[in-house]
């Protein structure tokens, strides 16, 4: 799907142009041309991108091919932007995956590529159809909107990831299994995904707020500088998570230790009380001692009757304490 | 609530001025303006901070916004700055909280804005109503004021961290629980929250004290300079204090370890003593061996008793013993 | 093997030259001379390296020794550079290995030195061979190509290992044994070894990128810059490697003490239930007591045999039982 | 206690000024004063620092306070410094402490501040009083005695602390108890403390080499040099140490592990020695058959009595056996 | 032992020169004078390198201390270095070593000064004795020979030790005892040391290479920098090593758990075999039953013969089949 959007200087918005009308767009320095790329091939987009846009082919080839590492390339006319959407995928544990987005900014015009959709950019498209103040703008403002939305994308991640930890950090302490530490390790992974998109994301919004580029309107660089404090602040984040989730380990670790203690305390206990005594039973059954006929009270049927019952009571008893301490 | 305190130019202080003051009192140059927001909603902040402080709509955003991230902008005539005010939370466990405050200053006014009551905000303000000699003085000094409590603030919250961690390291050597590792946890959590304040809160006080900002006086550097040795030295408590709090789980562990050991080796003597003589009694209790009728007084009555002493005493012997070494 | 190729200002290819043609090509600026040492003892290459290319002895003692560290050395007319291949030993485990890979880049020519073949080399050698017109840019491209396989050759091996990380972390949490510690050791050891080609193979491209050298053309920095950011991103890649493969050892540990908690409570379940009621059965065949005729029934033969069949029987169950569980 | 020792210019020594002397003293350009205040109340100091010597009053703030953190400020006409001693305190373990010394140090006077009696500057003046050639130098030189015998100090504490390490280790290796946790706990706080000093304390030698300051001569500078470079090398030794310490309590754990180890194959063995006979010997127990006559010598008196001594010193063989591999 | 080495101007090589003629040695700008004090006592070389050379005090207190830390300060007219040469003491574990080598370097002179004697220096002194060429150098390129040798005695430690880490891995997976625990130690405490002469030597190298030394001629940086190179790929591969080693023990703690994990399994099966018909054989062993008649035939002499034998030879193959799983 290729769709577009055209403010003409001083005029109101065109949708839908053809790919031969870009280029009398792109020489209305003072119009805005926003094309968006979704899902097509190859071949459709480069010869678009190489001849009307005139990017240089590296740029190109890397805007078709995957990457999903943050990265601003300035080639003077234009910057070239791999601006990566997350996501979370929740089927089957917690996976953190990234959408790539392509983006070219020139002086008057936005080309966005991605080969899934990414909700931040639906979402800048319809606020731009909704209000069309938005167009009277300078171009850099809508890669505002677009960063800024994806940063806020970033962030609902980080809180869905958050309380994932906490979740995991009440299991560890409450019922530590080897499912919690999948979900451990999963989540590890998580945030070593999501560090490897923040870091150089957070570079690249540096970049646009220091002013390097002459495709950034001045004024506009306060509007970068937010975003990338915001993701300075995320990044913080997610390295406090990281290092929880490294405690989690130890701590699940020392639980687990903490569990064999008490169990080997009662196996301990109970060998403890029953060997000495079973000894001594063992002791008077030998046959250097003939039995005597004075007890045989204590071998009649009743006396047999409790026995059988102590023998068939004690292990159920024992079965439920077992059960109590959460065993079995 | 909205508090005020103006102390025009060569005059005496004036309280509760209504927002069509403001004004006036900004355009005094040589006067000194603090206003205080506490809990306002943003429908009453908003206007008046946009249209009678003139504040850039992103700062104000942020303001009304909560970030808790301390953070300086410069726009030139004012600077905005968020400072959080830390609190510890002691029911159920140990939390760091922090409490956003945010400031405006401008060469002639303060503006304060929080959600909650902070109390170092309270106690300068106090400070300011009993002793005037203070409102002589230009606005940054009430700023450098306001930084130097919160500061005070977190060493505070410093040294009650300090005194839980030394609690924590005797409880582990002692009698180490899983409540112990939960506060291990819960301490490892309190350090991180810190630290992810006060190393920007360090950074804004370097850049105060460096000089960069026009509304700082040259000569009030000197007082801000000393907040911020003030917080480098806090930075370096706390990376201790997470240093000592890191090896207190494996100090755990060990210890855990170390016990189960002890546990082990009673378990494996008492099997060892007795399982042999156990086989031993055993093996003339075999029916190949008829019993002989020469030691009949080791199985006559009284013997009985005794075996039945032994057997009842033994384990209660046992019992006390095992309880006294700590496992039950 | 020396093999080489000669494109002459303006000129077709010509393939084998004899060392004295050398020379000849060499005065040829507008020339390029691609010339591949493979194999060949130092008493052949020293000489042409010295004499006809007049590398300074030190160069040409390091690009005779092995280092297998990337390296970049600027001897004014002529860049010298160690560039390593890496190659997976697969069996017996996993190994990274190094081929060296030496180069000297001079305004016209490209001098390469490997002991073994590699196939980065072979791969670009045959491409120009197929495709004239790489033979009509700068000799610096050509170096271009040759980083740009390497790198290639990198990013395959890194591939193999992700995939092997993976197998092992399955492994980890499905039956680990002490094949797949030392699988993880190996690993380890295998991103150790990578890291090393790595930091400074990016440093060397860093450098090429720049553009600090004489005999780099400007307008071909872009594609070592290209080259460059794969290396940035292969070493971000590696460095979560590593900290996965970190976090396995600790995984592993909790896992085997998470199965030896489950093995000591089925110790402690069965010794808790026998042990009581085998005292009680010792106590009662102790010879205080007499047998007593009316119980005769419960030891005749048919009981015999039940008896016979349960002690037999349930060893067996049990085994089965042990076995479901994994444990044997 | 104050006291005082003056070199007015071309003069002889001259002790124990009155603090209305100072101000004339002071006024000497070419003379040298050192004024040594121990354990005096700030009463007694503050009007002395603050009047005569002209002192910022936020200088005399944190000289009268304890801060413990070494640190230097340039205030134009005098240096402001703190530069702890560290102390060792050997009662109840191994604690690492630090007196705090302030010095100001302006052209012609050193003044130095402490609360408890510090040993450095006690030898600083009995070798001043000693060699009166001392004097002679410039006041800086007197400086560069007081750093370089605090630094010696430093010393001689790592020194020692290096020792209780290596006796740790070796504790470790022989008998691992709960008490060297503690030690190497302790050792690590030891540490901790000793790097909060010797950091910063390392960065104000270096500020003083580098001769950023008006009062210190440049030809002194080399002396500061050689102090920072003997800081430099202990701070080193000081990370190898927390390196040994750390790798200290993870040995204990394997080794604790090994132990018990050893004590599970012990209770292994038994087991499986024993469990298979003494079944035997229980089955042939039961009723279902009947004693025979032929093997009654078996059981007669005789067999008895070696029956009995197997029984009591066989415990007794185990006992002695179990001591010897040091479990008890 | 002071041995002497003087090239006059184009003149023939001097050896045992007297400290008078140093003098004059030292004042033929265009000659050689090479002095090597080996094992002297400060009172023999305190004289000569104060006054015959007219060192600084500083540095030649530093030169007749031993520190171990390599440096090179710049006195101007000369340099003064600290190079230590690292020995391997095999003898009781492995332990690293350093011989401290003091050396001056003049316009015209090398002094060096060493209590042991050096193989390095012995080997640089052999090959300008038997090679005369060499004197006709400038003096830096006598510091350059003696920096490589140094460094190639590095490299030949670190082979040394990296042998004993391949070593100590395999008998952690193969037998891990206490004894491999404690080399891993002793490795990392080697390592320790090396790190901490490698990393102030590379320091030393890059200064010479950086070409900030008169003394050093501009033309021998490059051999300075080959040696700068070499230092840096020592310090890789010994951090490498640390990472290694540092993984070890971790490898060791979980071999050490699974091989308990092992024996628990054991056990734990030997007691659920043999614990219910252990029960049921004392079950049937009670006195509640009469002995009959008709099994008398298990109970004569034949049967007990066979169960002696099995008595007899079931704890032999128990204990065989013990020690083939090596427990014993």
């Not at 979402?123 to 809508?142: A, F, G, I, N, T």
């Not at 390790?185 to 919004?205: C, D, Y």
């Not at 020392?254 to 080997?264: E, F, H, L, Q």
Request: charged share 25%; glycine share 6%; hydrophobic share 45%.
């Amino acid at each position: 799907m290729i769709r577009t959007l055209y403010r003409p200087k001083g005029g109101s918005p065109v949708l839908e142009l053809s790919s031969e009308q870009f280029a009398e767009a792109l020489r209305d320095k003072d119009g805005l041309l926003w094309v968006d790329f979704q899902g097509e091939p190859p071949e459709v987009c480069e010869p678009i991108l190489l001849n009307t846009f005139g990017f240089h082919p590296l740029a190109v080839d890397d805007a078709l091919q995957e990457s999903h590492v943050p990265r601003v390339d300035d080639w003077g006319q234009y910057l070239y932007l791999v601006l990566p959407a997350i996501v979370l995928d929740n089927k089957d544990g917690v996976h953190v995956d990234s959408l790539e987005l392509d983006a070219f900014l020139g002086g008057n015009y936005l080309v966005t590529h991605h080969d899934q959709p990414v909700a931040s950019v639906d979402q800048v498209w319809q606020s731009y159809l909704r209000d069309q103040r938005h167009l009277e703008k300078y171009v850099d403002h809508l890669l505002y909107r677009l960063v800024d939305e994806l940063a806020a994308g970033y962030m609902a991640v980080i809180e869905e990831l958050d309380d994932d930890i906490e979740a995991t950090q009440d299991e560890v302490f409450e019922k530590p299994t080897t499912d919690t530490l999948e979900t451990i390790f999963m989540l590890k992974r998580g945030l070593i995904a999501l560090r490897r998109i923040l870091t150089p994301q957070r570079e690249v919004l540096n970049k646009l707020a220091r002013g390097d580029y002459a495709v950034i309107d001045s004024q506009d660089r306060v509007f970068f500088r937010d975003v990338y404090d915001h993701l300075v602040r995320m990044h913080d984040i997610t390295e406090s998570m990281r290092d929880l989730v490294g405690g989690a380990v130890d701590t699940y670790l020392s639980i687990i230790n903490n569990r064999m203690n008490d169990i080997m305390k009662t196996l301990t206990v109970i060998t403890t009380l029953f060997m000495p005594i079973s000894f001594v039973a063992s002791f008077f059954g030998m046959n250097f001692f003939g039995p005597v006929a004075s007890l045989n009270d204590w071998t009649n049927t009743p006396a047999f009757l409790i026995m059988l019952g102590i023998t068939i009571i004690t292990p159920m008893v024992m079965l439920l304490w077992i059960h109590r301490r959460g065993w079995l």
